[in-house]
């Protein structure tokens, strides 16, 4: 049994590929498209699910969405209703858009899948799961857990913004919900307008801005903006935001109770900004607490699968495990809307059509293969590709392209590392990599000023060799999807030279943490991946070979893109990258390049070539 799942037609499109309760591919639009949270009917992603199965379009069994527009379309009328006679322009904005593009995407769907295979019924093939339900089967079905609590939280799928479950085998049900306009998501999201960044986009960053600031605000956000019950459920003052009938997220009363008017993307932060910041995280952690104690007592179950764009929160996640009111929990990699093609077709796998889920192969016992998911490419693919842009490059032999990597990390070199699957999720794991020294306390800022081009105060994550985790690292278990946080080991912090609390705001940017500075938060804390020998021998090989010459198994891992660019899929893409960045070398399957063998007319000014997310 086939089952190809589609998330699509509002921001981050995907799908993947299940075959006999097995996951075979997965992998998001925007890879292909270079088209950064691309909402699109993801063509080129089902394409590449069909080739890495090895099948014809008419050998699909079933194709699952991953949600259902007809209900999300009720929520919109009904929400406008209620809220006339405000929001008329947003209403006569969003419901043509509606009625043209999204109350037709069953049309538009088998419309699609006929251009792909005209004789096969699709009408018969075509199934839509429920938002949150993909959701939940994203995060349980590949769980290493036979019975766990199932906790999922995002912006909003049809009505639901928050949801509770209970899995066990095949079996998986929804047992609370709390909907739309109540939204964890949505009060993180307008917090994220209000300090200047993307919705939908930005979220991440307020989360590492957060550390910078004080939670001046918090009592401010429990007293007026959300009611927030013991049992985690809560309701937002509605008289604060605008999401429901406006354009915006947020509104005038809002502006007046946080001291001025939402930030424009290029205008400073301010220490109010930063203190907001850490305020909406603080009420975050609280509340999701809150819900996985209460889940917890209710179900009895001790283990506990996390999913849903909330779930990208690391700090939060982190939390919730050393509360240790679960003995385990497992978050799904590609958490956010991505994930929901996965779940689709899981959902429909396991439980509609009761295929056996299958013993986990990867690390910690889960099915997601280390959510290396997506295209690979081969040594002949990836020299035709070098030799068409012009690239000067050695091929090497395994062991000797791990050591000359190695050893420009160890001398201080950024390097690009392209190896096997693209990763399923917004993480880069090791195969779609930018890799430094974490030893370097000039590393941070050379690779958010001169690589990523972004903000300077983004934090960058550790990769750790998972039997060395435990000697850098406040954790016990593996996070091979970097999706907790944890504090770096006081034996490797660093005293600073004046008191901290002497510090404010982004001055604490240099200021020496730890043995590893460039991984290091301004908290002390690390968003941690453990890389495993069973799911990526090759990274775990490089980062052996790094600790050989080092003494240090931990190397900066950051996402192979700049900054509102999507992670590099194909060679060209790493090869375009590398010579718009002072990337310093290129590792590309067995091929190494060095910048300075290059062709000086090949450099660009690629930082102008995308928009800033």
Not at 380 to 389: F, G, K, S, T, V
Not at 427 to 452: E, Q
């Amino acid at each position: 049994m086939r089952v190809l799942g589609i998330s699509a037609f509002y921001h981050d499109s995907a799908a993947a590929l299940v075959e006999d309760g097995r996951i075979l591919a997965a992998a998001q639009e925007e890879r292909f498209t270079r088209k950064k949270h691309d909402p699109g009917y993801p063509a080129n992603a089902v394409a590449w699910c069909l080739q890495a199965a090895g099948a014809a379009p008419g050998e699909i069994d079933r194709v699952a969405f991953y949600d259902k527009p007809f209900l999300k379309f009720e929520r919109l009328l009904e929400t406008y209703v209620a809220f006339a006679p405000r929001g008329l322009r947003s209403f006569s904005m969003a419901v043509p858009l509606w009625i043209r593009e999204k109350l037709l995407q069953k049309d538009l769907l088998r419309r699609k899948l006929r251009a792909l295979a005209p004789d096969v019924d699709w009408d018969a093939r075509l199934l839509f799961a429920e938002h949150h339900q993909a959701h939940a089967a994203s995060a349980f079905y590949p769980s290493p857990f036979r019975e766990a609590a199932v906790l999922t939280m995002d912006g909003v799928g049809e009505w639901a913004t928050t949801s509770a479950a209970v899995g066990r085998g095949n079996d998986l049900e929804i047992t609370q919900e709390i909907h739309f306009p109540h939204s964890l998501g949505l009060l993180y999201s307008a917090f994220a307008f209000h300090t200047g960044f993307k919705v939908n986009s930005g979220e991440y960053k307020v989360m590492g801005l957060a550390p910078y600031g004080e939670p001046k605000y918090a009592q401010t956000i429990l007293d007026r903006l959300i009611d927030l019950k013991p049992d985690g459920t809560f309701r937002l003052d509605l008289d604060y935001f605008d999401f429901c009938a406006g354009l915006k997220m947020t509104n005038g009363k809002f502006d007046a109770l946080f001291g001025g008017p939402p930030r424009k993307p290029r205008e400073p932060l301010a220490q109010r900004h930063m203190d907001m910041a850490a305020s909406v995280q603080a009420v975050v952690e609280e509340t999701v607490l809150r819900l996985t104690r209460s889940l917890r007592a209710e179900t009895g179950i001790p283990y506990l699968c996390l999913a849903g764009g909330v779930a990208l929160n690391c700090v939060a996640n982190g939390k919730a495990l050393r509360d240790g009111r679960f003995d385990d929990i497992w978050i799904q990699p590609a958490a956010g809307d991505a994930g929901g093609a996965l779940g689709a077709a899981l959902a429909a796998s396991h439980r509609l059509f009761g295929e056996p889920r299958p013993c986990g192969d990867g690390a910690g016992g889960d099915a997601m293969r280390g959510a290396l998911l997506g295209p690979a490419f081969g040594p002949d693919e990836i020299r035709r590709a070098l030799d068409a842009a012009g690239a000067r490059y050695e091929t090497l032999a395994d062991a000797d392209l791990i050591d000359a990597t190695a050893a420009a990390l160890a001398a201080g070199k950024a390097a690009g590392w392209f190896q096997g699957r693209m990763e399923f999720g917004p993480r880069a794991l090791g195969n779609r990599s930018i890799l430094a020294d974490a030893r370097s306390p000039t590393m941070r800022k050379t690779l958010n000023l001169k690589v990523k081009y972004r903000e300077s105060f983004r934090p960058f994550a550790p990769s750790v060799l998972h039997a060395d985790a435990a000697d850098w690292f406040d954790l016990d278990r593996s996070s091979p999807y970097m999706l907790l946080t944890a504090g770096v080991k006081q034996s490797r912090r660093k005293r600073p030279a004046e008191p901290r609390q002497a510090l404010f705001g982004l001055d604490r940017l240099n200021e020496p943490r730890s043995e590893i500075p460039a991984v290091t938060h301004v908290d002390d804390s690390a968003r941690v991946q453990t890389v495993h020998r069973e799911t990526n021998p090759r990274y775990h090989a490089l980062l052996q070979a790094f600790k050989a010459k080092t003494g240090c198994p931990v190397v900066v891992n950051t996402s192979f893109n700049i900054r509102g660019e999507p992670i590099v899929c194909t060679p060209a893409d790493a090869f375009r990258c590398f010579m718009g960045t002072d990337i310093e070398c290129l590792a590309i399957g067995n091929c190494f390049l060095r910048k300075e063998d290059q062709d000086p007319s090949l450099q660009r000014e690629y930082k102008d070539a995308v928009e800033p997310d």
